[in-house]
């Protein structure tokens, strides 16, 4: 086609196109149901004749939203290089300058250069930039430009005829939340797929797929190596793991070796941890007294999760780096279906209450400090929860969300039930950490000197313990 041949010299230079991408969905991984989605768009969109005799017409717009660098890009191109469709890209920040009419006149060439090679698809990044809500805050700006911008953006999307050849555009943004409602209005961004940060199963798929080019000792140690790297990136996004790997093979390089190992993968772990914390980390030395609460804090919250383990979510380490309200235990990620029964809900209402009993323990009743408050609104609503949300007391069978305020003495009945189970939950809490007192000491002692303490050691700890027998509780 002769036509594709000016394709990558498109008129306006802040478009860029390409013939096709070559991208397909093998390259994007995790999050398995939204390439469940997209290919069937693309099946669609491969197949319109077929598909409009049947009436069914291709979604005009889809809408990715979603972190930076959790793979929009890399999806919207996926999705031209499945199709075998031209690739018109654009950012909604270059629409934008200070002249007036620049925005309109550069959204109007984007669809023309498009159309006239259709079916072919557009790709807009950041398309907040142009499509923010009308009478909204005007920050930095450029507000009739932008609305400009977006009038001609809803003129050229409502102005696709179902009848002539198709042009579906994809937009991405992480600001779902200050988008113009009119851009998601039926026959435009029909379609809204959220990408959010990958899993852990999700984390190894996207090792798997940047592992391919690099070298490792052998195929089940990269299979091992890329495990561990996936359990240790939680809130990781795809562009982030990518470059944790190649900081590795460049590291690797530097020295001299042939292939990937442990220590080059950890140390890049390292650095890319130290990028996007900066300005995060609290590096101000903690007052010794908070410190030393919050240690006991720590130990308290880690003796009750070895005596109550959670089944669904084990924990992995503490420290006493942060002095946010919450402990600073660190979970596995939940994976699967969680079946929760009514002790795990018991439970988890009984860890909760750990901060507030050794605040109560070791500095006395008059002495509490504020770290333990939250704690205690924590299991207050954990209790709540419990009764009036899951049916599994003798609350009743219900489930109440919005008719409570037809049942009558509700708060009443809800205070003296919540009562009861925080009462025989503080008590419970209690007894756990009186009998593991020793444990309690030697976990605090630790994070004092070492600032955190890993699962392991904790368990140690608290298998080995010298235990002062307390009398039961009843409930
Ligand atoms: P976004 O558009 O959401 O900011 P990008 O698509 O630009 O993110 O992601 C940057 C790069 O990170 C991609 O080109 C790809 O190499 C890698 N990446 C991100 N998410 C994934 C994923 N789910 N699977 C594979 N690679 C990914």
Redesign the pocket.
């Known amino acids: 086609d002769p036509a594709l041949g000016s394709l990558g010299k498109s008129r306006a230079k802040f478009i860029s196109a390409e013939e096709t991408t070559g991208v397909t969905f093998d390259?994007?991984?995790?999050?398995e149901y939204i390439k469940g989605e997209l290919k069937e768009i693309v099946h669609i969109l491969k197949n319109e004749e077929e598909f409009k005799k049947r009436g069914i017409y291709c979604p005009k717009g889809v809408l990715?939203h979603?972190?930076?660098?959790?793979?929009?890009?890399?999806?919207?191109?996926a999705i031209a290089g499945e199709a075998g469709l031209p690739f018109f890209a654009a950012n909604g920040t270059e629409f934008v300058e200070m002249f007036v009419g620049v925005a309109a006149s550069r959204v109007k060439d984007l669809f023309a250069s498009a159309r006239s090679y259709a079916p072919s698809i557009i790709f807009i990044?950041e398309i907040d930039a142009i499509g923010t809500k009308r009478g909204g805050p005007d920050i930095g700006g450029g507000g009739a430009e932008r609305e400009q911008g977006l009038l001609q953006m809803l003129t050229e999307m409502d102005g696709f005829k179902v009848s002539t050849s198709q042009v579906l555009v994809i937009g991405?943004t992480?600001r779902l939340d200050i988008l113009d409602p009119a851009l998601l209005r039926k026959g435009r961004f029909d379609k809204i797929i959220r990408?959010g940060l990958?899993s852990e199963i999700?984390r190894l798929?996207?090792l798997k797929?940047?592992a391919r080019n690099k070298y490792f000792r052998s195929e089940e140690e990269k299979e091992t190596l890329m495990r561990e790297l996936a359990e240790l990136t939680e809130d990781f996004?795809?562009?982030e793991?990518?470059n944790i790997l190649n900081e590795a093979g460049i590291l690797t390089a530097r020295k001299d070796l042939d292939y990937i190992g442990q220590e080059e993968l950890l140390e890049a772990l390292k650095r890319q941890k130290g990028t996007f914390e900066t300005g995060q980390e609290d590096n101000r030395e903690l007052p010794e007294e908070l410190k030393l609460r919050l240690a006991y804090r720590e130990a308290a919250v880690a003796v009750l999760a070895c005596y109550f383990p959670d089944p669904y979510r084990p924990f992995t380490e503490t420290d006493i780096k942060s002095v946010g309200t919450r402990p600073n235990m660190r979970y596995v990620e939940i994976s699967g279906r969680i079946f929760k029964r009514k002790a795990d809900y018991v439970n988890s209402i009984i860890r909760a209450c750990a901060p507030r009993v050794i605040d109560e323990e070791m500095f006395g009743i008059d002495n509490l400090c504020w770290i333990s408050t939250n704690a205690t609104l924590e299991a207050s609503r954990l209790a709540q929860f419990l009764i009036l949300q899951t049916g599994m007391t003798a609350f009743g069978k219900a489930y109440y969300r919005s008719d409570r305020d037809f049942v009558p003495n509700l708060a009443a009945k809800l205070e003296a039930l919540r009562e009861e189970y925080m009462r025989f939950a503080v008590e419970m809490c209690l007894t756990v950490v009186r009998e593991y007192r020793s444990a309690v000491e030697t976990i605090a002692d630790i994070l004092l000197e070492n600032g955190e303490i890993k699962a392991e050691e904790i368990w140690d700890i608290y298998k080995t313990a010298t235990r002062i027998p307390q009398p039961a509780v009843r409930p």
């Open positions: 390259d994007f991984a995790g999050q990715l979603g972190p930076p660098g959790t793979g929009k890009t890399l999806l919207a191109r990044d991405a992480n990408v990958p999700g798929a996207i797929v940047h996004t795809g562009a793991l990518q």
